[in-house]
């Protein structure tokens, strides 16, 4: 009885939850961290995937189109998503890069700048933004 009280713990040890560390940015770290020290950016590259510059734009607008209907608040959810699907396909490529850095705003944020509730930021105050204002109130 003795031997199996020893071996469920150290089958227990094994499978203890391990610590996770955070960056900054509350992303986590997939791998060990010894004493709660963080690995350096360069051994974090994986975690980051750069934008794929062989997206085509349809490809890429057909990704915005979905980001739009998904952005976590439904009130966005509903204004970007109908807004990308009617107005997207007439952007150029530059407005596609300010409707996109946009979308990395954040939903929250978009939605208090739409509606008036906050100053736009000058990088983003672009004529997308104006876009968005216009259609939401058509």
Same mark, same amino acid.
């Given at each position: 009885?003795?031997?199996?009280?020893?071996?469920?713990?150290?089958?227990?040890?094994?499978?203890?939850?391990?610590?996770?560390?955070?960056?900054?940015?509350?992303?986590?770290?997939?791998?060990?961290?010894?004493?709660?020290? %963080?690995?350096?950016?360069?051994?974090?590259?994986?975690?980051?995937?750069?934008?794929?510059?062989?997206?085509?734009?349809?490809?890429?607008?057909?990704?915005?189109?979905?980001?739009?209907?998904?952005?976590?608040?439904?009130?966005?959810?509903?204004?970007?998503?109908?807004?990308?699907?009617?107005?997207?396909?007439?952007?150029?490529?530059?407005? %596609?890069?300010?409707?996109?850095?946009?979308?990395?705003?954040?939903?929250?944020?978009?939605?208090?700048?739409?509606?008036?509730?906050?100053?736009?930021?000058?990088?983003?105050?672009?004529?997308?933004?104006?876009?968005?204002?216009?259609?939401?109130?058509?």
């Amino acid at each position: 009885m003795i031997g199996a009280v020893a071996n469920f713990l150290t089958v227990r040890r094994l499978y203890q939850a391990k610590p996770i560390a955070l960056l900054p940015n509350n992303a986590i770290l997939p791998e060990r961290v010894n004493s709660g020290t %963080l690995p350096s950016l360069s051994a974090m590259n994986h975690l980051w995937k750069p934008r794929n510059m062989s997206e085509t734009r349809n490809t890429r607008i057909r990704r915005l189109v979905y980001q739009s209907s998904y952005t976590g608040m439904k009130e966005t959810d509903l204004l970007l998503g109908r807004f990308a699907q009617d107005h997207l396909a007439g952007l150029g490529d530059d407005e %596609l890069d300010h409707y996109e850095a946009l979308l990395e705003a954040g939903d929250g944020q978009i939605y208090l700048w739409v509606s008036g509730a906050e100053p736009v930021p000058a990088q983003h105050d672009t004529s997308v933004l104006e876009l968005i204002k216009k259609f939401r109130n058509d």
